[in-house]
C-alpha cells in the first residue's frame, strides 16, 4: 500500500512539474517573441528547423560526455527558486524557450544569429540584431571592433582600426584612380574595399569589378517625374548634440539636406519620406522596422513608378570613444559606409525566404560610389560592409544603404557629410536635365 501511494504521489508531482513547464513555456513564447501573432508560429518553426542540428549535437554530448557538461555548467549548481528551476526545465526540455529569451547561449560556430534573423524577418544591420546574451539591441560598428581585437594577425593588407573607419582618418592631398589590373584582382579588390562579415561570404563570380563597373547606374528618367527616394528605416537616430524631440536634429533632418542638396544643385527630382518604422506605442521597437518599411516603399513606389534610387539613410552605432570624422573642404566631415546585403549565409547558402534579384546592381551602384569617394574625397568612405540579409535593397535596382557618421557625431558634421555624398551620387547616377 506504501509503495502504491507512493508511486501515485510521484506521478502527481511528476504531472506537476510537467504543467508548470509547459505553462511556464506557453508564457514565455506568448510574451518574449514580438512579432504579430498569426506569424508567430511560423517563425518559431523555421528557427527550431534552423537550431534543430545544433540542438542534436548539443544532446549527444551531454549524452556522451556527461562529466564534462556537468563541469562546464557549473557542477550542478542548483536554482535559487521554484521559478528559476521550472524555467531550467523548461529550457533543457524546449531549447528554443532559452533560446527566445536570451537565457540560453546558442552560438553556431559561424553564425551566431541565424534563427533570431528568421524571426525578425531579415533583420538589420547595426542596432536592429539581438544580442542573445542580454537580449538586447546590439550595433554593428561595436562587433566589428570586437572582430579585430580578437584578431591576432593584420588583413593580407594591413587592415587596422583606421581602415574600418574606426578613428579619424587623414584624407590624401590627391585622390586615386584604381587601375583594371587592380581592380581585376579579387583578393585586392575584397581587402581594400570591402569587410565581409563572418556570417556571409561573396565569390569573385558575384564580386567581379569589370562586370559592376561596367554596368550602367545612370538615370534614364529626367526630372519631370520623381527619380530618387530617400527614406529611413530607423528614424529615430540621433547623434551628439541632438535635441530631444527636434526632428531636425536627427538622421531624418540630415536626409533633408541631402534632399535639399540633390535637387537645389544637381537638379533631381526628390521624394523624401518621414514616415517612422521604429517607434511603435511610444518606444523604440525595431524588431519590425524594416518590414514596415517595405510596405511602406513598395507603396511609394506603386505610386511614383518612375523612382529608379533608393537611399535608406542610416547612422551607424560606435563605442563611445569612437569619432568617424574627416576633414573635407577645411570642414569637419563624417565619415560614411555603404552597405550591401547579399541574402547570403556561409552556413547555409542562399537565403531563399530574402530573395533579391539585383544584388548585383546594388553591388555595382555602391562600388562605383566608393570608387568615386577615392577619387575625389579619399577618407570621407569607409569601406564597404558585406553582411548576409536583405535590408529590403531588393525593391529597385540601383537601391541603396547608407551609414553615415554615428551617435558620437555632431550635428555639423553630419550635414557636412551630405555635401560629398551627393556629388558622389551625382558622378555615379549622371544628370538628369
Request: net charge negative.
Amino acid at each position: 500500500m506504501r509503495k502504491q501511494s507512493s508511486r501515485k504521489i510521484g506521478k502527481a508531482i511528476n504531472g506537476l512539474v510537467w504543467l508548470l513547464i509547459v505553462g511556464m513555456g506557453l508564457y514565455i513564447l506568448c510574451s518574449s517573441v514580438r512579432v504579430r501573432p498569426l506569424r508567430k508560429l511560423s517563425y518559431i518553426w523555421k528557427a527550431g528547423l534552423l537550431e534543430m542540428e545544433g540542438d542534436l549535437q548539443r544532446a549527444a554530448t551531454k549524452t556522451l560526455y556527461p562529466a564534462l557538461v556537468y563541469t562546464a555548467s557549473g557542477g550542478g549548481a542548483k536554482a535559487d527558486s521554484l521559478e528559476e528551476w521550472v524555467l531550467e526545465r523548461a529550457v533543457s526540455i524546449i531549447p528554443l524557450y532559452g533560446f527566445l529569451t536570451g537565457q540560453q547561449d546558442y552560438t553556431p560556430a559561424i553564425e551566431s544569429t541565424a534563427a533570431y534573423e528568421i524571426l525578425i524577418q531579415g533583420g538589420v544591420h547595426d542596432e536592429n540584431e539581438i544580442n542573445q546574451e542580454t537580449g538586447e539591441a546590439f550595433d554593428l560598428a561595436e562587433q566589428v571592433e570586437e572582430e579585430n581585437q580578437q584578431a591576432t594577425e593584420p588583413e593580407p593588407d594591413g587592415e587596422s582600426k583606421a581602415d574600418l573607419g574606426e578613428v579619424p582618418s587623414e584624407p590624401s592631398v590627391q585622390g586615386r584612380e584604381y587601375s583594371a589590373a587592380e581592380l581585376s584582382d579579387f583578393d585586392f579588390l575584397k581587402n581594400n574595399f570591402y569587410i565581409i562579415e563572418s556570417n556571409t561570404d561573396i565569390s569573385s563570380d558575384l564580386l567581379n569589378a569589370g562586370a559592376l563597373l561596367s554596368m550602367d547606374m545612370t538615370l534614364q528618367q529626367d526630372s519631370s517625374a520623381p527619380q530618387i527616394l530617400i527614406y529611413h528605416t530607423h528614424s529615430q537616430e540621433g547623434f551628439a548634440d541632438s535635441v530631444e524631440g527636434d526632428v531636425r536634429t536627427t538622421i531624418v533632418g540630415v536626409g533633408d539636406r541631402l534632399t535639399e542638396i540633390l535637387q537645389e544643385r544637381f537638379g533631381y527630382n526628390v521624394i523624401h519620406n518621414t514616415n517612422v518604422y521604429d517607434y511603435m506605442d511610444g518606444e523604440l521597437d525595431r524588431n519590425r522596422a524594416y518590414t514596415l518599411a517595405a510596405e511602406d516603399v513598395k507603396r511609394i513606389l506603386a505610386e511614383n513608378p518612375s523612382i529608379e534610387v533608393l537611399i535608406d539613410l542610416h547612422r551607424d552605432g560606435v563605442n563611445e570613444d569612437t569619432h568617424l570624422v574627416t576633414e573635407v573642404d577645411g570642414k569637419p566631415t563624417a565619415q560614411f559606409m555603404f552597405f550591401n546585403g547579399l541574402s547570403y549565409s556561409r552556413r547555409n547558402g542562399p537565403i531563399s525566404y530574402l530573395y533579391n534579384p539585383y544584388i548585383g546592381e546594388n553591388l555595382a551602384l555602391s562600388l562605383q560610389l566608393k570608387l568615386a569617394c577615392e577619387k575625389y574625397y579619399p577618407g570621407v568612405s569607409r569601406k564597404i560592409y558585406l553582411k548576409s540579409l536583405r535590408y529590403n535593397l531588393h525593391l529597385r535596382p540601383k537601391s541603396l544603404l547608407v551609414e553615415a557618421g554615428a551617435q558620437t557625431n555632431t550635428l555639423e558634421e553630419m550635414m557636412n557629410a551630405m555635401d560629398p555624398l551627393a556629388e558622389m551620387l551625382y558622378q555615379v547616377l549622371g544628370n538628369p536635365k
